[in-house]
Each structure stands twice: as structure tokens, then as C-alpha cells.
């Protein structure tokens, strides 16, 4: 490699809680560390402090102030460009306030001139086709599956993707897809998400607790959850349920816990900016997503020495986990089996402590240096080929 590279990470609200944010905090400062510049230009600023660690090396440029009781209004409609509306999706263009941060990063887009643009959701990559140098290095991170994308956005990404230097997927699954997609780009990679630190504290697997996270919406399919636990508790009446987050369906899932008389058990702890923490007070992991990217959170608590029980869903978990080495996979949507799951490793401690020094040797494989690596690889190898 050369020299420093220049790296700038576009995201759309970096001051939210989210795996996206997580794991680019974590790109970043890994980054900056090596002695790399980094930015992170976030679309949106909605809260006065970023929710993760950030290094302060790392230049943090919000565009548009969206804080309350700060002064956000629209553009005179008037004066507003409005040549860029027939690009995209008409969603992009539908309130006065995402036409003002489109706008925000286009004219910030077009005073970069040199450096690799790393783009990180499908918005902010039709944005840079359009109207970022074309000199470049421009890297799409894509977090979702192929088959998540609408037509409308599926269409739009297909004339844009092919255009940036390489797309890079969280999964083995996900490349797959990708890459049969567009054949033509230069560059399709895997690199998956990174844990921000291999220090956490551990669990010392005594605590008669299982443990889960996610956003509290249908995906993550803690109604499954719930509905398995209540088999776990009147066979172990002594163990609960510890469910960290926030999200549209916690209405609903509190109210599962008082209709199903769970209330003694199953805790809706509400969100936590300590999850490592949060989870090495359990000793057992649960997850019962419908669908995952990646499963972040499943790593996380790998690395905190949790042994896992998983529904076996698409993508992330089949990837992270190895059935019996690591945590236990079980057919997604079976409540029933989730319930033998966690009540096998709940009865026999010696197959707890056994997944859990599997889990610890998994979570090391998805160290920061070591995805830093693979990053840092490509990068280089981007920026050689661009000349």
C-alpha cells in the first residue's frame, strides 16, 4: 500500500441506534487507527451525541441538523432544486424534509474529489452514481438481501450498482445473490460485519437467564420467543427471559407477556447502550428472527462466551453458528423445538460450557483487526486498480 488512504463512510443518520451505524463506527475506527483519514458524513443528525464509540480522529460531518428545536426548515420550494426528482424513486423526493438532505449530500458530493466513497444503504448509492466523481473509489456496502428490495428500488439499484468498483456483501448467501445479479461489476467481496472489541466481559454461565436484543418488530419474531418461553418456564419455573430493545410491536409483545401470565418471567427490558454488559449477565442467548441480514447481535453475544439457540433463518445465523460446536439451530418458526433448545442447554451445563468456549473461538474469527484486514485489502487493492 502506499500511503494513508482516504476513506469516506456515508451514512444516513450516524447519531441513531442501529447495526449499520455500529458497524461502520467500528470500520472507521479500526481505520483511523492504522493511520488511515476518515470521515463519516451523515445525512441526518437527530440526537446531540453519536450512540457508539467514535474515534476523535474520526471527522464526523453531519449535513442536516434535524435535532428538536433546532432550525430545519425546508428550502424555499421555489428556490429548491428539484432536476435531480426523476432519478430516483419518488419516495426520495416525497417530503420536504428528505429533499433537503438529498440535496444536502449532493452538494457535498460534488466538492469530493479525491479519496474511496464507501456508500451504505441504497438511497445514499443512487445519490453518489449520479452525482459523485466518477474518479472515485465507490464501494457499496450492501446490509440487505437481493430478494428485500421492491421492484421500484430493485430497478433503480440494477442501473446503478453496476457503475460503482465493487459491492460488498455481509454473507456467503448474499454474494451468491449479488454476484449472479451483476455479473458485470468489477468487484462483488463478502466481508462480514466486525465486532467492535474482542475485550468484553465474559459470562460466567450461572445466572439462571436467557437472554435476547433486536428491534421489537415482526422480523425479529419475539412473539416466537415469548411462546417458547412459556414452555421453558413451567418446566424451569426459576429461569426468565431478558428481551433488550425498542421498536412498533412492544405494545403488542407486552401485552403477549400479561395475557400469557409470563409476567414473573419474561422482562421487556427496553433498549441499552451496554449490551456487552446486558448480555454477559445471562447464560444462554436466544434468537428467533423470521429473517436476519447478518445477525449482529447473535455475535455479540458469542463474544460475551453465550452459548446460542437459533432458529436456523436466512441469512446470518446458519453462517455464524455451527450446530453443536457454538449454539444450537433449530427449524425457524417451531416454537416447540426453540423451547427443547434452550431447556437442553438450560439442564445440562456441561453442553453450556462446551458451546461456550465454542462461541468465544467463533466470535474471535470476526475481530475488528481481523475484518480490518479484509477491508483494508480491498481498499488497496481498489485504489491500485483505479491508478
Same mark, same amino acid.
Given at each position: 500500500?502506499?500511503?494513508?488512504?482516504?476513506?469516506?463512510?456515508?451514512?444516513?443518520?450516524?447519531?441513531?441506534?442501529?447495526?449499520?451505524?455500529?458497524?461502520?463506527?467500528?470500520?472507521?475506527?479500526?481505520?483511523?487507527?492504522?493511520? *488511515?483519514?476518515?470521515?463519516?458524513?451523515?445525512?441526518?443528525?437527530?440526537?446531540?451525541?453519536?450512540?457508539?464509540?467514535?474515534?476523535?480522529?474520526?471527522?464526523?460531518?453531519?449535513?442536516?441538523?434535524?435535532?428538536?428545536?433546532?432550525?430545519?426548515?425546508?428550502?424555499?420550494?421555489?428556490?429548491?432544486?428539484?432536476?435531480?426528482?426523476?432519478?430516483?424513486?419518488?419516495?426520495?423526493?416525497?417530503? /420536504?424534509?428528505? =429533499?433537503?438532505?438529498?440535496? /444536502?449530500?449532493?452538494?457535498?458530493?460534488?466538492?469530493?474529489?479525491?479519496?474511496?466513497?464507501? $456508500?451504505?444503504?441504497?438511497?445514499?448509492?443512487?445519490?453518489?452514481?449520479?452525482?459523485?466523481?466518477?474518479?472515485?473509489? =465507490?464501494?457499496?456496502?450492501?446490509?440487505?438481501?437481493? !430478494?428485500?428490495?421492491?421492484?421500484?428500488?430493485?430497478? /433503480?439499484?440494477?442501473?446503478?450498482?453496476?457503475?460503482?468498483?465493487?459491492?460488498?456483501?455481509?454473507?456467503? /448467501?448474499? *454474494?451468491?445473490?449479488?454476484?449472479?445479479?451483476?455479473?458485470?461489476?468489477?468487484?462483488?467481496? +463478502?466481508?462480514?460485519?466486525?465486532?467492535?472489541?474482542?475485550?468484553?466481559?465474559?459470562?460466567?454461565?450461572?445466572?439462571?437467564?436467557?437472554?435476547?436484543?433486536?428491534?421489537?418488530? =415482526?422480523?425479529?419474531?419475539?412473539? *416466537?420467543?415469548? +411462546?417458547?418461553?412459556?414452555?421453558?418456564?413451567?418446566?424451569?419455573?426459576?429461569?426468565?427471559?431478558?428481551?433488550?430493545?425498542?421498536?412498533?410491536?412492544?405494545?403488542?409483545?407486552?401485552?403477549?407477556?400479561?395475557?400469557?401470565?409470563?409476567?414473573?418471567?419474561?422482562?421487556?427490558?427496553?433498549?441499552?447502550?451496554?449490551?456487552?454488559?446486558?448480555?454477559?449477565?445471562?447464560?444462554?442467548?436466544?434468537?428467533?428472527?423470521?429473517?436476519?441480514?447478518?445477525?449482529?447481535?447473535?455475535?455479540?453475544?458469542?463474544?460475551?462466551?453465550?452459548?446460542?439457540? !437459533?432458529?436456523? $433463518?436466512?441469512?446470518?445465523?446458519?453462517?455464524?453458528?455451527?450446530?453443536?460446536?457454538?449454539?444450537?439451530?433449530?427449524?425457524?418458526?417451531?416454537?416447540?423445538?426453540?423451547?427443547?433448545?434452550?431447556?437442553?442447554?438450560?439442564?445440562?451445563?456441561?453442553?453450556?460450557?462446551?458451546?461456550?468456549?465454542?462461541?468465544?473461538?467463533?466470535?474471535?474469527?470476526?475481530?475488528?483487526?481481523?475484518?480490518?484486514?479484509?477491508?483494508?485489502?480491498?481498499?488497496?487493492?481498489?485504489?491500485?486498480?483505479?491508478?
Amino acid at each position: 500500500m502506499r500511503g494513508p488512504l482516504r476513506i469516506i463512510y456515508l451514512l444516513y443518520n450516524a447519531h441513531g441506534v442501529g447495526g449499520t451505524v455500529r458497524t461502520v463506527f467500528t470500520q472507521a475506527n479500526t481505520m483511523v487507527e492504522r493511520g *488511515h483519514e476518515v470521515d463519516i458524513v451523515t445525512m441526518w443528525r437527530s440526537h446531540d451525541n453519536v450512540p457508539f464509540h467514535l474515534d476523535p480522529r474520526v471527522r464526523l460531518t453531519p449535513l442536516v441538523d434535524g435535532r428538536p428545536g433546532t432550525d430545519h426548515t425546508p428550502p424555499d420550494p421555489a428556490a429548491e432544486d428539484t432536476s435531480w426528482h426523476s432519478l430516483f424513486p419518488g419516495k426520495m423526493s416525497a417530503t /420536504a424534509e428528505s =429533499r433537503a438532505r438529498v440535496n /444536502a449530500l449532493i452538494e457535498y458530493l460534488r466538492g469530493v474529489h479525491d479519496g474511496i466513497l464507501v $456508500c451504505t444503504r441504497p438511497t445514499i448509492t443512487l445519490i453518489a452514481k449520479h452525482f459523485s466523481d466518477p474518479r472515485l473509489v =465507490r464501494v457499496v456496502q450492501e446490509h440487505a438481501h437481493l !430478494s428485500w428490495h421492491n421492484p421500484e428500488w430493485r430497478a /433503480a439499484i440494477d442501473a446503478a450498482y453496476p457503475d460503482f468498483d465493487a459491492l460488498v456483501t455481509l454473507t456467503a /448467501a448474499d *454474494h451468491a445473490s449479488y454476484a449472479e445479479a451483476f455479473p458485470g461489476m468489477g468487484r462483488v467481496e +463478502r466481508i462480514p460485519n466486525a465486532l467492535h472489541s474482542l475485550d468484553v466481559p465474559q459470562s460466567d454461565l450461572s445466572r439462571k437467564v436467557v437472554v435476547s436484543a433486536g428491534r421489537l418488530d =415482526r422480523a425479529k419474531g419475539f412473539d *416466537h420467543m415469548i +411462546r417458547a418461553f412459556a414452555a421453558v418456564a413451567e418446566r424451569h419455573p426459576d429461569w426468565t427471559l431478558r428481551i433488550y430493545g425498542s421498536g412498533p410491536e412492544e405494545e403488542r409483545l407486552r401485552k403477549m407477556v400479561l395475557d400469557m401470565h409470563l409476567y414473573n418471567h419474561v422482562f421487556m427490558m427496553g433498549p441499552t447502550s451496554e449490551l456487552d454488559e446486558a448480555l454477559a449477565k445471562a447464560s444462554v442467548f436466544a434468537m428467533s428472527s423470521r429473517s436476519e441480514g447478518f445477525g449482529m447481535v447473535l455475535l455479540e453475544a458469542l463474544n460475551c462466551g453465550l452459548p446460542a439457540v !437459533s432458529f436456523d $433463518c436466512p441469512v446470518g445465523p446458519r453462517e455464524i453458528l455451527t450446530h453443536g460446536e457454538d449454539g444450537l439451530l433449530v427449524p425457524t418458526g417451531d416454537t416447540g423445538a426453540l423451547a427443547d433448545g434452550l431447556i437442553r442447554v438450560i439442564e445440562d451445563a456441561g453442553l453450556r460450557a462446551g458451546l461456550a468456549a465454542g462461541a468465544r473461538k467463533t466470535a474471535a474469527r470476526y475481530g475488528p483487526d481481523v475484518i480490518g484486514d479484509q477491508w483494508e485489502r480491498l481498499f488497496a487493492e481498489l485504489v491500485a486498480a483505479k491508478g
